[in-house]
């Protein structure tokens, strides 16, 4: 075994490990338990403030630690939400190419804030596209008065 294959190894075995440990502890972070845990926690240091006559010590311990972890979650939250957004990009571009789709919509969180405009323009005129010729099967199927229609309404009951 080369030092690059076992550099290999030991990175792709950190990954591992990282992604099950931010999993992890984000599942954790989020949990009701955790939260009440830190509810009592900042009980209990405010309680603990006449003993320590509300010193700057006692204020500068409330702080240290909540920066820590601050500091340390966001790194994990950032992982777990880069890993979960590429899955789901994943996901959506097999559905498209799997489907009817347009292929122009695979990748599309590479394209450009401007790209992006243009795409979600050109969909929206697509939709009220779609939106108008629904309401114009309606209207026809109201007309020949199919089952289900929309009753068009008569002047006396639009007064009501």
Same mark, same amino acid.
């Given at each position: 075994?080369?030092?690059? $294959?076992?550099?290999?190894?030991?990175?792709? #075995?950190? #990954? *591992?490990?990282?992604? $099950?440990?931010?999993?992890? =502890?984000?599942r954790? /972070?989020?949990?009701?338990?955790? +939260?009440?845990?830190?509810?009592?926690?900042?009980?209990?240091w405010?309680?603990?403030?006449? +003993?320590? &006559?509300?010193?700057?010590?006692?204020?500068? @311990?409330?702080?240290?630690?909540?920066?820590?972890?601050?500091?340390?979650?966001?790194?994990?939250?950032?992982? =777990?939400?880069?890993?979960d957004?590429?899955?789901?990009?994943? *996901?959506?571009?097999?559905?498209?190419r799997? $489907?009817? /789709?347009? #292929?122009? +919509?695979?990748?599309?969180?590479?394209?450009?804030?401007?790209?992006?405009?243009?795409?979600h323009?050109?969909?929206?005129?697509?939709? *009220?596209? $779609? &939106?108008?010729?629904? #309401?114009?099967?309606r209207?026809e199927?109201?007309?020949?008065?199919? *089952?289900g229609?929309?009753?068009?309404?008569?002047? @006396?009951?639009?007064? /009501?």
């Open positions: 075994m080369t030092l690059c $294959s076992w550099q290999r190894i030991t990175l792709r #075995d950190m #990954d *591992k490990f990282f992604a $099950s440990f931010a999993n992890a =502890t984000a954790a /972070a989020g949990s009701p338990v955790a +939260f009440l845990i830190c509810v009592a926690l900042v009980v209990g405010a309680a603990a403030g006449p +003993f320590f &006559h509300f010193s700057e010590n006692w204020q500068l @311990t409330i702080n240290t630690g909540t920066t820590i972890v601050t500091f340390l979650m966001v790194f994990l939250i950032q992982n =777990t939400q880069n890993r957004g590429a899955a789901l990009q994943t *996901k959506l571009d097999e559905l498209i799997s $489907s009817n /789709a347009g #292929d122009e +919509f695979m990748g599309i969180e590479k394209l450009t804030d401007k790209e992006l405009a243009e795409l323009e050109k969909c929206e005129a697509a939709a *009220k596209r $779609s &939106h108008a010729a629904l #309401d114009r099967t209207n199927r109201a007309r020949r008065g199919h *089952k229609a929309p009753q068009e309404a008569t002047p @006396t009951e639009s007064k /009501a």
